[in-house]
């Protein structure tokens, strides 16, 4: 079992940053894929960006490329989303999600509430 929890969410003005942590709670953190999906309000949840185990590869999604980094850092059993320039629509809830594979959800966090104010 993978226990998920995100934090770093908060208001920013439209333009801003933030950055969000998803700390894992095993060791087998650092074979699981991760991924950060969203859903804003009366929308479906939505996938902003995963990484592999490794780092060596990672996906975003077109609303996001240029703007967002994910990254991860092994030692901490966490992974980052920077967040930046960002938009109004960009408001949501934000989850954490671990996989056994790039891919895959096995594992979600609670979520974090991000608001973007225009």
């Known amino acids: 079992q993978v226990r998920l929890v995100e934090s770093g969410g908060g208001l920013v003005q439209a333009g801003g940053s933030l950055r969000l942590s998803c700390e894992a709670s095993?060791?087998?953190?650092?074979?699981?894929?991760m991924a950060w999906f969203r859903q804003a309000p009366g929308k479906e949840r939505e996938i902003v960006a995963s990484i592999s185990w490794d780092g060596s590869s990672t996906y975003y999604a077109d609303s996001v490329k240029g703007r967002f980094t994910i990254s991860r850092d092994g030692a901490k059993n966490t992974v980052f989303l920077q967040m930046n320039s960002l938009k109004f629509e960009d408001t949501a809830v934000y989850f954490c999600?671990?996989?056994?594979?790039?891919?895959?959800?096995?594992?979600w966090g609670q979520g974090t509430q991000v608001t973007v104010s225009s």
């Open positions: 999600a671990a996989g056994i594979y790039f891919g895959r959800q096995d594992y």
């Open positions: 095993a060791r087998a953190f650092r074979s699981y894929a």
